[in-house]
């Protein structure tokens, strides 16, 4: 069976989306699996075990230029590309109208289908017009989790959603091309304190708080970061922090990965690198400064939780968590 994912964005998204591949690769172990992605993500989509193919868009740089000779001969590519292989199904995870055009211009094999979301579901992006361009669409329950939303398409598409494996906690898996390696001599937390979204954001003076607290329980702390923005933000902690931080340099996101699985935790707000964390099954505390933890938090393993909801919470709830996270941790608790 040849299958084509097509889920184009964001960072998170994508993460969350990866765990349907042990899902399908259970029920149909000899799937060829070929996913349509941001190019910007592509490197990272690369990684997950399962994909066979990655066929990279550049549908946000396209935009900018988008009737340029340049751009035209791009898109005639990509379409090329996308037509090459025949696909028994085609399933559209993202659910917008972008993201449907992408999937209905793939080719089908003989008795091939391409299928999409029937309807929209609470705090997910969904534009209605795509049940339409597509061959089937597969109704949702109104409040979901997002990863359970992305697992029940494929489940429902492919034929196995009452198999209980669709109820058991989410799996993914990584194809590292170097061992992750520890970087410092001290166990490193990694705080994701990035985002996209200024209401997802939690206090500077909060994350130097938190981070002097690591420390003299014995952690390094890791500073990853993307744009002139957030390097200022966590020079600033490192300057305040002393030797016991390191700001990360520059790193691509299949090179952020690879670090990040040597650390020993991940404490982050809402985001990309957060679903990543979750997604290496690392020990994870994600802060939540609004009502989306159902929607979008870890669910299934002890040793990853949420603090916060409709409001930040404050350095002691995340303190609290953290312990806890580690303590589950240390019990071997049983990884995915």
Partial sequence: MRILIVKLSSL????????????????????????????????????????HAVIPVGQRRWRKSYFSAATRAERRLFYARLRQDAYDAVIDFQGLIKSAWVGRAARLASGGFSTTYAN???????????RYLLQRSVPMPQRIHAVARYRLLAAQALGYSHMPLVQLPARYGWRFATQPQV?????????????????????D??????????????????????GLRELERVQALAQSLGPAACVWPALSLDALACRMAASSGVIGVDSGLSHLAVALDLPHVQIFSQDRAWRAGPVGRDYQTVVGGAQAPDVAQVWDRWQAVIAASHRGAVRA
């Fill in 183 to 203: 970087v410092n001599d001290m166990p490193e937390v990694v705080l994701a304190h990035g985002t996209t979204r200024t209401d997802n954001e939690w206090p």
């Fill in 12 to 51: 998170g998204d994508v993460i969350q989306t990866m765990a349907v591949l042990p899902d399908v690769l259970e029920v149909f172990p000899n799937a060829q699996i070929d996913w349509v992605v941001e190019e910007a993500f592509a490197p990272l989509v690369q990684m997950a075990h399962g994909v």
């Fill in 120 to 130: 929209g579901s609470d705090a997910c992006s969904y534009e209605w017009p795509v």
């Fill in 205 to 226: 003076a909060h994350w130097l708080a938190l981070a002097r607290q690591l420390v003299a329980e014995g952690f390094s702390v890791g500073l990853p970061h993307a």
